[in-house]
């Protein structure tokens, strides 16, 4: 029966990863296959990465699963609106069909920190948490997803608040700890500013820290001093492709 498994693929600047998902459990029930996302991240070179990726995630003995797909970009009626570390050609693209047009099939299409939010609602930190739950992924810039008593508000593009006139990533991402050699205190000291500033404009009744530095929780976020509650994510940097594949159910 595969009415209880999906594919998920999550499409970054870096890579292009996926698995098979059990949708009850949110377990991936395959190996987690990765490709290189092509130099540039042209529309062209990222469908041909996507196709490759899913020969080997589709199995030969039986039926096509149902495919979803997250996607670094505000994503809005199939089209994408962004681009966040590929090819500024995607934007306005109607990448959704693009995509289910090479893939040969209907698929789900979503941004990505989005289908990290519903990944996190379904089968991690926010599950049953009442009222406003923003999640953030820390990695190359900021994501965010917003869920409110469980329903998403996408593309909420937290990342690029204006904070002492800078975007508010380019200071507080993972990726400037890492460009300007910061202690984990002094990178803290940035996401107190940031948080202080989302916690003043939103009330959040719990932030969701995700992204690969997520795993390093315990360097950082003892370090904050806010009203909200501030956990880790539980999926990390399979929240993508978990997020992706339930949307194909739901």
């Known amino acids: 029966m595969t009415g209880s498994k999906a594919i998920g693929i999550d499409i970054g600047g870096t890579g292009i990863k996926g698995a098979v998902v059990d949708l009850d459990t949110g377990e991936l029930v395959s190996d987690r296959h990765k490709v290189k996302t092509p130099d540039g991240g042209a529309p062209a070179d990222i469908l041909a990465a996507t196709v490759e ?137 940035r996401l107190q500013r940031y948080y202080g500033v989302v916690e003043a404009l939103f009330s959040p009744d719990l932030f969701v820290v995700g992204g690969g530095v997520s795993k390093h929780h315990e360097q950082f976020l003892p370090l904050l001093d806010l009203q909200t509650p501030i956990v880790p994510a539980v999926h990390r940097n399979n929240a993508g492709i978990l997020g992706a594949a339930s949307l194909t159910r739901h």
């Open 53 to 189: 990726l899913l020969s080997r995630l589709d199995g030969a003995d039986g039926p096509a699963l149902p495919v979803g797909v997250c996607f670094p970009a505000i994503v809005k009626r199939g089209l994408t609106l962004s681009a966040a570390n590929i090819s500024s050609e995607w934007i306005g693209l109607p990448a959704e069909q693009l995509f289910e047009d090479e893939l040969g099939r209907d698929i789900r299409f979503i941004n990505d920190a989005d289908a990290a939010g519903i990944a996190e609602q379904r089968y991690g930190a926010a599950a049953d948490v009442e009222g406003l739950v923003i999640l953030t992924t820390l990695g190359t810039g900021i994501g965010s997803a917003f869920l409110n008593d469980g329903v998403l508000v996408p593309n909420t593009e937290l990342g690029h608040l204006e904070i002492d006139g800078f975007d508010a990533e380019s200071r507080a991402a993972y990726s400037a700890m890492e460009r300007e050699d910061l202690s984990w205190e002094d990178w803290a000291k």
